[in-house]
């Protein structure tokens, strides 16, 4: 079973939604999404949080500059009680950039 918590939503980041939280028992976040810098040869970083905690970074150098590039997918696994949630979606470092041409979405596997 599956639920899509972000779908296609364009940036900037930081991405924030909140909703139910699933399930009591173990599930995979997956996250897809694009970036760009403004400097050539430097890592685009992609931070994923659950209630302000970092759950997992995707990390993708960046050859060129101010070139879109899709971020690798990530997967991360979690335990957590059903409840609301909050997942957040935020630029891991000062050189990843994000606009409205950037996409990104979450799905929650379970």
Do not use: Y
């Not at 930081?14 to 399930?23: C, D, G, L, R, T």
């Amino acid at each position: 079973m599956s639920q899509v918590v972000i779908k296609e939503q364009a940036g900037p980041l930081p991405i924030k939604q909140s909703f139910m939280w699933p399930s009591s028992e173990a599930l995979i976040v997956a996250v897809s999404g694009s970036a760009w810098t403004q400097k050539p040869n430097t890592p685009l970083t992609l931070q994923v949080l659950v209630d302000d905690k970092v759950l997992g970074t995707i990390q993708q150098l960046a050859g060129a500059a101010t070139m879109h590039m899709a971020l690798p997918t990530g997967f991360f696994a979690i335990t957590r009680q059903i409840s609301q949630a909050t997942l957040t979606l935020s630029a891991g470092n000062d050189t990843t950039v994000t606009d409205a041409n950037d996409q990104f979405t979450v799905a929650l596997i379970f």
